[in-house]
């Protein structure tokens, strides 16, 4: 979602703030932050903020192209040395967007392309 970029570029940058932290000069996150600092004037911008601890919300909004928006509570598990998370996403039973998220995973269980009429002799 457009309106949702400021959010999303604040997070990730304090996210990446807080590898770099963690894993010091030289490390991948330090090349990669500046990196991006020379490239993109947002990033460079965020990143003297200097930002750290930002999380997101528990409710995440996302643009499906065959069901539309849906709005799910999101749920983070993460591995205990914090280098790799796990999102989670469910709907409130009986509402619209759980009925959304019921039809997405019918939609994606499906095979596109494949046969599916049986032989008519």
């Known amino acids: 979602m457009p309106d ?8 990730y ?5 807080t590898v770099a932290a963690r894993e010091g000069r030289g490390s991948h996150a330090t090349a ?9 004037p947002e990033f460079a911008r ?4 200097h930002e750290v601890g930002i999380s997101y919300t528990n409710r995440k909004r996302i643009l499906h192209p065959q ?8 749920r983070t598990l993460v591995d205990p040395d914090q280098a790799q998370s796990l999102l989670g996403f469910t709907a409130t039973p009986g509402t619209e967007d759980h009925d959304k998220l019921r039809l997405l995973s019918v939609i994606g ?9 049986a032989a008519s002799d």
């Open 67 to 74: 069901v539309g928006m849906i709005s799910l509570h999101c």
């Open 13 to 17: 940058v304090a996210q990446l703030r």
């Open 4 to 11: 949702d970029h400021p959010t999303h570029s604040r997070v």
């Open 109 to 117: 269980s499906q095979r596109l392309g494949a046969s599916t009429t």
């Open 32 to 40: 990669l932050a500046d990196r991006l600092c020379a490239e993109s």
């Open 46 to 49: 965020l990143w003297t903020q």
